[in-house]
């Protein structure tokens, strides 16, 4: 899963590297739900997102992340 610590900002697993236990931002499911969907977005419907590649086929990673939270 993914977590936020107050103090360090996000991390995987139980606890921070300080000992925080922090808050769940996404569950291990909700995780690999989101990768399989931005891996499928770039992969087979950029277009569809909105997501123009350049010459070498990366895309702008706040265009990625707004179009994912949309
Ligand atoms: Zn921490």
């Not at 808050?23 to 291990?28: A, K, M, V």
């Not at 990768?35 to 990625?64: C, K, T, Y």
Request: glycine share 12%.
């Amino acid at each position: 899963m993914i977590k936020k610590c107050p103090s360090h900002g996000f991390f995987r697993g139980e606890t921070c590297s300080c000992g925080d236990a922090g808050t769940i931002i996404l569950t291990d499911e909700q995780t690999e739900r989101l990768g399989r969907f931005i891996s499928g977005a770039l992969r087979h419907f950029p277009d569809d997102l909105g997501l123009a590649m350049n010459q070498h086929g990366w895309v702008d990673v706040e265009v990625l992340i707004d179009a994912t939270a949309a």
